[in-house]
């Protein structure tokens, strides 16, 4: 069974950071995640968290892109500081993943930069227990430019590090809009799959209110083994606590 986890950052917008919290305490989550907040914002809300019987699940922005080979040595510096802070703070997912495609620098050159700071974040990932995730973006709506895009280069960025400390975060909004087939993919990839956020098409609204069948693909996720955290990373129409409350119903009846 798969715990919910929510994003602060879109599925409460208007209060500040700590009354989200306190209204994703209101919901069916277990945990919250953020991004674009920095080591001190972090130790001032994952207490926050914590005293409302919250996890504090996801943490992203923390490094800088790993695709590019003339920043390796600084780029490995910031997964040790964020695994560091992660691990003082009990922040369970990191994402540390790719930025820009950069001009006049090859695929490989940046498959290489990924691999080889990778190798080495994941070390001290292990040591802390913490997992390393690489997000798949989608270049035609949300981050024109970016890296990262089909979900198979990020699984073959797992298998080439071959580490457990590494994982794909699947964001089923991102990959509906690059490639579609997205049951297929979580389902027969999961061992390289570490966490998983949903959103329906188009909009970047709450499973329902798009194209996707998530009544579907959620309970068959989790029927293929899947146990990591179905994060909620949208913008409801509907209300939060309805919102968070439709996803939950959808796992529950796996």
């Known amino acids: 069974m798969a715990d919910i986890s929510v994003n602060l950052n879109m599925v409460f917008d208007e209060d500040t950071f700590e009354a989200r919290i306190e ?39 923390l490094v800088g892109p790993i695709n590019d080979p003339d920043r390796t040595e600084q780029t490995v510096q910031e997964i040790h500081d964020a695994v560091a802070l992660a691990d003082e703070l009990g922040i369970e997912l990191l994402n540390v993943s790719p930025g820009a495609d950069l001009q006049g620098v090859s695929d490989v050159k940046q ?26 973006l989608n270049t035609a709506v949300d981050h024109p430019g970016t890296w990262l895009v089909e979900s198979g280069r990020a699984f073959d960025l797992v298998t080439a590090v071959d580490h457990p400390n590494l994982g794909v975060l699947f964001d089923i909004y991102h990959q509906q809009i690059t490639e579609g087939n997205v049951t297929q993919l979580l389902t027969e990839n999961l061992d390289a799959i570490a966490h998983v956020h949903v959103a329906d098409v188009p909009g970047r609204h709450e499973p329902g209110t798009g194209e996707l069948a998530y009544e579907r693909i959620l309970p068959e996720l989790l029927e293929a083994g899947y146990d990591g955290y179905i994060g909620c990373e949208f913008t409801p129409v509907g209300g939060p606590r309805a ?10 009846n796996d």
């Open 243 to 252: 919102a968070v409350s439709n996803v939950a119903e959808m796992i529950e």
């Open 23 to 61: 209204r994703a305490a209101e919901t069916d989550a277990t945990a919250v995640g953020t991004y674009g907040k920095g080591p001190e914002e972090l130790r001032d809300l994952v207490p926050v968290a914590r005293d409302h019987g919250l996890a504090f699940g996801y943490a992203s922005s």
């Open 111 to 136: 498959f290489a930069a990924c691999t080889a700071v990778l190798r080495e974040g994941t070390r001290v990932a292990e040591e802390a227990g913490i997992t390393l995730l690489l997000e798949p």
